[in-house]
T-cell receptor, first 114, second 111 residues
C-alpha cells in the first residue's frame, strides 16, 4: 500500500531563508509523487510532480523537489522564502500515475517571518 | 477557462438533514473524487468515480452518497447518518499522466 509521511506539521522560516519541507513515501511500485499548495479556504494547487523522468523536478513559484529512491524521499525546497509562500503544503503519492487514487500526507503549514 | 466549480462555498446543515454538495468540471476528465479535510488530518478520500455511472467507496464513505450520471458532474450527498459532517470538502478530477485539479471547496457546518 502507498503512504506518505510529512515531517513537521508546522515550519517557520525567515523571509529570504531556505525553505525545506520534508516528505517520505512508501510504495510497492515506482511511484508518482506530487507536491500541492493550499491557501486558506481554497482548493489545492499542483506545485510539481515526479513521473520517473528527471529526479530533480522544478515547479511553479521557484519550488523544486528531488526524488531520492535510496532514501524514499521527495523533499520540497525553495532557495529564498517570500511572504507569499505562507500556506499549507501537501505531499502525495500515487502508484498509478495520479489517474486513480492519490494518497496525501497530513500537510505542513509554512510560516514566513518578516 | 477549464476548471472545477464547487458550490456552495459555505453550507449549513441542521441535525438530521441531508445536504448535497455540487461539483462540476469542464476539463473533460474521466475521473472525479471527493475528499474531506479536517485540521491536522490531511485529505481523506470519500468516494471516487472513473467513469460515468460507476463509483467506488474511498476510506471514509459511511454517511455519504454520490452519483455520476454525467461526465461533468459528481455531486456528494451528506446524509443524516454522517454524525460528524463539519469539515471542508474538496472535489477533484484527473486524467492519465496528470495530477489532480481541485475545486475551491465547500465548508460544511452543522448548526
Amino acid at each position: 500500500a502507498q503512504s506518505v509521511t510529512q515531517l513537521g506539521s508546522h515550519v517557520s522560516v525567515s523571509e529570504g531563508a531556505l525553505v525545506l519541507l520534508r516528505c517520505n513515501y512508501s510504495s510497492s511500485v515506482p511511484p508518482y509523487l506530487f507536491w500541492y499548495v493550499q491557501y486558506p479556504n481554497q482548493g489545492l494547487q499542483l506545485l510539481l510532480k515526479y513521473t520517473s523522468a528527471a529526479t530533480l523536478v522544478k515547479g511553479i513559484n521557484g519550488f523544486e523537489a528531488e526524488f531520492k529512491k535510496s532514501e524514499t524521499s521527495f523533499h520540497l525546497t525553495k532557495p529564498s522564502a517570500h511572504m507569499s509562500d505562507a500556506a499549507e503544503y501537501f505531499c502525495a503519492v500515487s502508484e498509478s500515475g495520479g489517474y486513480q487514487k492519490v494518497t496525501f500526507g497530513t500537510g505542513t503549514k509554512l510560516q514566513v517571518i518578516p | 477557462d477549464g476548471g472545477i466549480t464547487q458550490s456552495p462555498k459555505y453550507l449549513f446543515r441542521k441535525e438530521g438533514q441531508n445536504v448535497t454538495l455540487s461539483c462540476e468540471q469542464n476539463l473533460n476528465h474521466d475521473a472525479m473524487y471527493w475528499y474531506r479535510q479536517d485540521p491536522g488530518q490531511g485529505l481523506r478520500l470519500i468516494y471516487y468515480s472513473q467513469i460515468v455511472n460507476d463509483f467506488q467507496k474511498g476510506d471514509i464513505a459511511e454517511g455519504y452518497s454520490v452519483s455520476r450520471e454525467k461526465k461533468e458532474s459528481f455531486p456528494l450527498t451528506v446524509t443524516s447518518a454522517q454524525k460528524n459532517p463539519t469539515a471542508f470538502y474538496l472535489c477533484a478530477s484527473s486524467s492519465p499522466g496528470y495530477g489532480y485539479t481541485f475545486g475551491s471547496g465547500t465548508r460544511l457546518t452543522v448548526v
